[in-house]
């Protein structure tokens, strides 16, 4: 076994399954005591050649045998190793289950090692949740961890982590000062592929800072090492730095000398193609070479669009986008300032839709023409009778495009940061229950005068409007902004919203029509409590009979208590329904949407599995007129505010339903009932989701009721699919 292991080290992989032939032989008994070791060299050994599925089985198989011995060493070793494997596979909550379980027995055991990597791979995980704050105090414990271990390799591994991402949180001194401390780390234990590492990261750190002679100190020093490795991605990384440096000092022709040489010798690297080539178009930019920039900005999109991940990867395809963010707000950037600002609009929604396409299969498959010149953004607003408002937000301005039947019209709103502290300003004083129409929120007020105003004359009043948002606006219910005149009010008074992510998925959105299907209800909630972090919702049992009220017995299916298992939605065959409802607690993840999960009872014989995820709820077609996810956050899950809880819509849109209400923050177990039992009274007299879902939000804002307050109405937001 320690053989295998040693070749897995060494690359390996055939000589080590030689080995644990051997060993199998020698352990081919059930009584061997050392079989839960085998099984988990077994799955290490799997990791290495990919097979991540035999990898899962192996530790399950070791973690059984780890318990069924009481063998606490090999519990944590299997836990740790389904927490790799969870993290592989992007399933990070179960990453973080798994070793927050490992992490607790190893501290019971004082198995020091297994928790410091354990604690380091949590940071991980919430690096790729997006939860960089987190993943910064995981890090900085495993650091903590490996210098009382005099674990010198780990300690350069998590400082240099810690330093990724506090550069992705702004802090660029900060970073610089992390990443200087791994440098020496490093060069303590001649590590020279990390020195190279942090001395690129550590050039690219102080360009970014404006500090061009240390950038240039750093990038030396980084070439030298890499060169002494034959590091040949560190070395084109440099090159392209130095590129980067002359064209911010104004020598454009060196600049497209380097970046032409580095896309020359980027074969191996296909993610280096679409940077390089978006640099290239931006140097002829300056240049004012108006054919070659438009030719490399599109050879930039081309490659990036080459790279998206097969449509059946749905995990890794939904974030994708943001890979290719900067490639697409740079063309757009250039075509706004040549006056062409729809062609804009048709770029920046073809990205957006690819992204829906591939990753949600949604639309129709869209030709691989960067403005379909056939679709148009009247048409589309005439379809729908209606009002279309899409923006982007950059770093130096953002944009918005409003379209109507007969128009469409551009303009320029202030950077995303400017608006991002509105919205988060604004989110703190609804979650605090502040009544921001009787106080005139001046937050509430600035962001409708940012981001509607400009195209109010647009939108008459009693307007259906379909909003595309970006960024740090998918935080934000449009309803609740302020509108100043004649006295403050909110939108939602004026307009009926839904939410939507490309013109092209509205372009496939039909007008509203009755979902044709045998039955009408699926209700599935007030689950027994998985654990301590999911406390029992003391009003679900009231909202599942008010909703389950509207529906005669003979065509409604209700789920509930320990029925309420997730394997029990897709053996309810939910295509046959026309409503599907879920009061239960939910879980968001914000960088992995199908992550995100409406949390259910405990399956018997399985206490792992009470999660239904959006992953899995895609590969059950449905024709729901309506889902609602009534779900009520666990405690200390508000963050994920936003993108989180879309990933639950997404993946009902992708299932088929026409609309989705979602919710953006934890919904209150007390309101809700009553704005449930009004929308589903409203539904029934034959309105559509959208009018039926803000009538009932009048009729709570209307009356005197604390339920007034946005706090209570506004998590729930409407979006429009197929």
Request: aromatic share 8%; proline share 4%.
């Given at each position: 076994?320690?053989?295998?292991?040693?070749?897995?080290?060494?690359?390996?992989?055939s000589?080590?399954?030689?080995?644990?032939?051997?060993?199998?032989?020698?352990?081919?008994?059930?009584?061997?005591?050392?079989?839960?070791?085998?099984?988990?060299?077994?799955?290490?050994?799997?990791?290495?050649?990919?097979?991540?599925?035999?990898?899962?089985?192996?530790?399950?198989?070791?973690?059984?045998?780890?318990?069924?011995?009481?063998?606490?060493?090999?519990?944590?070793?299997?836990?740790?190793n389904?927490?790799?494997?969870?993290?592989?596979?992007?399933?990070?909550?179960?990453?973080?289950?798994?070793?927050?379980e490992?992490?607790?027995?190893?501290?019971?055991?004082?198995?020091?090692?297994?928790?410091?990597?354990?604690?380091?791979?949590?940071?991980?995980?919430?690096?790729?949740?997006?939860?960089?704050?987190?993943?910064?105090?995981?890090?900085?414990?495993?650091?903590?961890?490996?210098?009382?271990?005099?674990?010198?390799?780990?300690?350069?591994?998590?400082?240099?982590?810690?330093?990724?991402?506090?550069?992705?949180?702004?802090?660029?001194?900060?970073?610089?000062?992390?990443?200087?401390?791994?440098?020496?780390?490093?060069?303590?234990?001649?590590?020279?592929?990390?020195?190279?590492?942090?001395?690129?990261?550590?050039?690219?750190?102080?360009?970014?800072?404006?500090?061009?002679?240390?950038?240039?100190?750093?990038?030396?020093?980084?070439?030298?090492?890499?060169?002494?490795?034959?590091?040949?991605r560190?070395?084109?990384?440099?090159?392209?730095?130095?590129g980067?440096?002359?064209?911010?000092?104004?020598?454009?022709?060196?600049?497209?000398?380097?970046?032409?040489?580095?896309?020359?010798?980027?074969?191996?690297?296909?993610?280096?193609?679409?940077?390089?080539?978006?640099?290239?178009?931006?140097?002829?930019?300056?240049?004012?070479?108006?054919?070659?920039?438009?030719?490399?900005?599109?050879?930039?999109?081309?490659s990036?669009?080459?790279?998206?991940?097969?449509?059946?990867?749905?995990?890794?395809?939904?974030?994708?986008?943001?890979?290719?963010?900067?490639?697409?707000?740079?063309?757009?950037?250039?075509?706004?300032?040549?006056?062409?600002?729809?062609?804009?609009?048709?770029?920046?929604?073809?990205?957006r839709?690819?992204?829906?396409?591939?990753?949600?299969?949604?639309?129709?498959?869209?030709?691989?023409?960067?403005?379909?010149?056939?679709?148009?953004?009247?048409?589309?607003?005439?379809?729908?009778?209606?009002?279309?408002?899409?923006w982007?937000?950059?770093?130096?301005?953002?944009?918005l495009?409003?379209?109507?039947?007969?128009?469409?019209?551009?303009?320029?709103?202030p950077?995303?940061a400017?608006?991002?502290?509105?919205?988060?300003?604004?989110?703190?004083?609804?979650?605090?229950?502040?009544?921001?129409?009787?106080?005139?929120?001046?937050?509430?007020?600035?962001?409708?005068?940012?981001l509607?105003?400009?195209?109010?004359?647009?939108?008459?009043?009693?307007?259906?409007?379909?909003?595309?948002?970006?960024?740090?606006?998918?935080?934000?219910?449009?309803?609740?902004?302020?509108?100043?005149?004649?006295?403050?009010?909110?939108?939602?008074?004026?307009?009926?919203?839904?939410?939507?992510?490309?013109?092209?998925?509205?372009?496939?959105?039909?007008?509203?029509?009755?979902?044709k299907?045998?039955?009408?209800?699926?209700?599935?909630?007030?689950?027994?409590?998985?654990?301590?972090?999911?406390?029992?919702?003391?009003?679900?049992?009231?909202?599942?009979q008010?909703?389950?009220?509207?529906?005669?017995?003979?065509?409604?299916?209700?789920?509930?208590?320990?029925?309420?298992?997730?394997?029990?939605?897709?053996?309810?065959?939910?295509?046959?329904?026309s409503?599907?409802?879920?009061?239960?607690?939910?879980?968001?993840?914000?960088?992995?949407?199908?992550?995100?999960?409406?949390?259910?009872?405990?399956?018997?014989?399985?206490?792992?599995?009470?999660?239904?995820?959006?992953?899995?709820?895609?590969?059950?077609?449905?024709?729901?007129?309506?889902?609602?996810?009534s779900?009520?956050?666990?405690?200390?899950?508000r963050?994920?505010?936003?993108?989180?809880?879309i990933?639950?819509?997404?993946?009902?849109?992708?299932?088929?339903?026409?609309?989705?209400?979602?919710?953006?923050?934890?919904?209150?177990?007390?309101?809700?009932?009553?704005?449930?039992?009004?929308?589903?009274?409203?539904?029934?007299?034959?309105?559509?989701?959208?009018?039926?879902?803000?009538?009932?939000?009048?009729?709570?804002?209307?009356?005197?009721?604390?339920?007034?307050?946005?706090?209570?109405?506004?998590?729930?937001?409407?979006?429009?699919?197929?």
């Open positions: 076994m320690l053989q295998a292991w040693a070749y897995v080290s060494q690359g390996s992989i000589q080590a399954e030689q080995e644990l032939q051997r060993a199998r032989i020698l352990c081919s008994d059930d009584r061997c005591p050392l079989r839960g070791e085998l099984l988990g060299i077994s799955g290490i050994v799997s990791i290495n050649r990919g097979d991540l599925s035999d990898a899962e089985l192996k530790f399950q198989q070791s973690l059984a045998v780890a318990r069924h011995q009481q063998d606490k060493y090999l519990e944590v070793r299997a836990l740790s389904l927490g790799v494997v969870a993290l592989r596979e992007e399933h990070f909550d179960e990453a973080l289950d798994r070793m927050n490992s992490s607790d027995i190893a501290r019971s055991i004082r198995a020091r090692l297994h928790l410091e990597r354990n604690l380091g791979n949590i940071g991980w995980a919430y690096h790729e949740m997006g939860d960089y704050e987190r993943a910064l105090a995981s890090y900085e414990q495993a650091r903590e961890q490996a210098e009382k271990l005099g674990a010198v390799q780990d300690q350069v591994k998590w400082t240099a982590a810690a330093g990724h991402d506090t550069w992705y949180l702004g802090n660029l001194k900060d970073a610089i000062g992390l990443h200087q401390k791994a440098l020496v780390l490093a060069e303590a234990i001649h590590d020279a592929p990390d020195i190279a590492a942090i001395q690129v990261n550590l050039a690219y750190l102080a360009f970014q800072s404006g500090e061009t002679d240390a950038a240039r100190s750093y990038a030396a020093a980084a070439l030298n090492t890499a060169q002494s490795i034959h590091d040949q560190a070395m084109l990384d440099l090159q392209t730095l130095q980067a440096i002359a064209d911010k000092t104004g020598d454009h022709s060196a600049a497209l000398k380097a970046f032409l040489q580095v896309h020359a010798s980027s074969t191996p690297y296909p993610d280096l193609h679409w940077d390089l080539e978006d640099r290239i178009a931006g140097v002829y930019a300056e240049q004012n070479q108006a054919a070659a920039t438009d030719t490399w900005y599109k050879k930039a999109i081309g990036f669009e080459a790279q998206r991940p097969p449509v059946a990867s749905e995990e890794s395809s939904l974030p994708f986008f943001a890979n290719g963010d900067k490639i697409y707000s740079d063309y757009a950037g250039w075509l706004i300032r040549r006056g062409k600002t729809e062609d804009a609009l048709r770029l920046l929604d073809f990205g839709a690819r992204t829906l396409e591939m990753g949600l299969g949604v639309t129709a498959k869209l030709p691989h023409s960067l403005f379909e010149q056939g679709l148009d953004p009247k048409a589309v607003a005439r379809k729908l009778h209606g009002v279309i408002l899409s982007w937000l950059g770093d130096d301005e953002s944009w495009w409003a379209v109507s039947g007969s128009q469409v019209r551009f303009y320029r709103l950077p995303k400017e608006i991002a502290a509105r919205i988060r300003a604004y989110g703190d004083a609804i979650l605090s229950s502040s009544d921001v129409v009787a106080t005139g929120d001046r937050n509430g007020l600035a962001l409708y005068n940012m509607i105003a400009p195209a109010a004359a647009m939108i008459p009043k009693g307007s259906k409007v379909f909003i595309i948002s970006d960024g740090s606006l998918d935080e934000l219910n449009f309803e609740t902004l302020l509108v100043p005149r004649p006295v403050p009010h909110f939108w939602i008074e004026d307009v009926t919203l839904t939410s939507a992510d490309s013109l092209r998925m509205l372009n496939a959105f039909a007008t509203h029509r009755a979902a299907t045998p039955k009408d209800l699926l209700l599935i909630g007030n689950p027994v409590s998985p654990g301590a972090e999911y406390e029992n919702l003391p009003n679900a049992a009231t909202e599942l008010d909703v389950e009220d509207h529906f005669p017995a003979a065509k409604r299916l209700v789920l509930t208590g320990r029925q309420a298992v997730p394997a029990a939605y897709a053996a309810s065959d939910p295509a046959e329904f409503y599907i409802h879920f009061v239960a607690h939910g879980m968001a993840s914000r960088l992995s949407p199908l992550d995100s999960a409406v949390v259910l009872s405990r399956t018997p014989g399985d206490p792992d599995n009470f999660k239904l995820y959006a992953r899995n709820i895609i590969r059950h077609p449905i024709h729901a007129d309506l889902v609602t996810i779900a009520c956050y666990g405690s200390g899950s963050e994920y505010a936003g993108e989180g809880l990933g639950l819509s997404w993946a009902f849109l992708r299932a088929g339903s026409h609309y989705v209400i979602g919710t953006l923050w934890e919904a209150n177990d007390a309101s809700t009932p009553q704005l449930m039992d009004r929308l589903y009274s409203a539904l029934a007299q034959g309105q559509a989701p959208d009018s039926a879902l803000r009538d009932a939000k009048l009729s709570v804002i209307h009356s005197r009721s604390i339920y007034r307050k946005p706090l209570y109405w506004a998590t729930f937001q409407l979006y429009g699919g197929v």
